[in-house]
């Protein structure tokens, strides 16, 4: 009985050292795989925002998007340069001052969230009339977001005619 009883015990305590030397699923979520539909909406929301805003000439709405920090950045598309927000902001003032019509569409919107930072990559077609000619430009665009606690802002972005 006592051989039983042993092996019994033995076996308990190899269960429990097993089980706990397996793979525990955490609480935490998973900021690789997962796609956070709810964030990815709010993002979303953001740039339609954005594209209202430059559709109206909103600048100071335009403003508001960028995190008014040194930590910004933006390349193109209409500077080769690198921006940081106050460049940034003086070059969408001239731009947006010596155009009219302006109208713009996104085409193949993917937003990827990472936790407090979202990832959105799309098409621009953009038109706009500028001293008297109509133009058409297409656009690849990023947004790199920062969730901060005056909501989603832009922290990088990147724009290239292809």
Same mark, same amino acid.
């Given at each position: 009985?006592?051989? +039983? !009883? ?21 609480? @935490?979520? $998973?900021?690789? !795989? ?37 930590? =910004?950045? @933006? ?25 009219? !019509? +302006? ?8 937003? $990827? &969230? =990472? ?7 799309? +098409? ?7 001293? #008297?000619?109509?133009?058409? &430009?297409? &656009?690849?665009?990023? +947004?790199?977001?920062? *969730?901060?606690?005056?909501?989603? *802002?832009?922290?990088?972005?990147? #724009?290239? *005619?292809?």
């Amino acid at each position: 009985m006592k051989k +039983y !009883n042993s092996l019994s015990i033995i076996i308990a305590l190899l269960f429990v050292i097993l089980s706990s030397c397996s793979e525990k699923k955490s609480d @935490k979520p $998973d900021i690789v !795989n997962d796609l956070f539909p709810e964030v990815q909406n709010e993002l979303r929301e953001v740039i339609h925002s954005i594209v209202k805003d430059c559709e109206t000439a909103n600048l100071d709405g335009l403003k508001t998007t960028h995190l008014l920090s040194d930590k =910004f950045t @933006k390349f193109g598309p209409r500077s080769f340069e690198r921006q940081d927000v106050e460049s940034t902001n003086e070059s969408e003032l001239a731009f947006f001052g010596s155009v009219s !019509n +302006y109208k713009e569409e996104v085409k193949d919107l993917k937003i $990827d &969230v =990472f936790g407090e930072i979202g990832i959105a990559t799309f +098409y621009r077609f953009v038109s706009f009339e500028q001293d #008297g000619e109509e133009k058409n &430009v297409n &656009v690849r665009q990023t +947004y790199v977001f920062l *969730k901060t606690s005056d909501g989603w *802002k832009i922290i990088h972005e990147h #724009g290239n *005619k292809p």
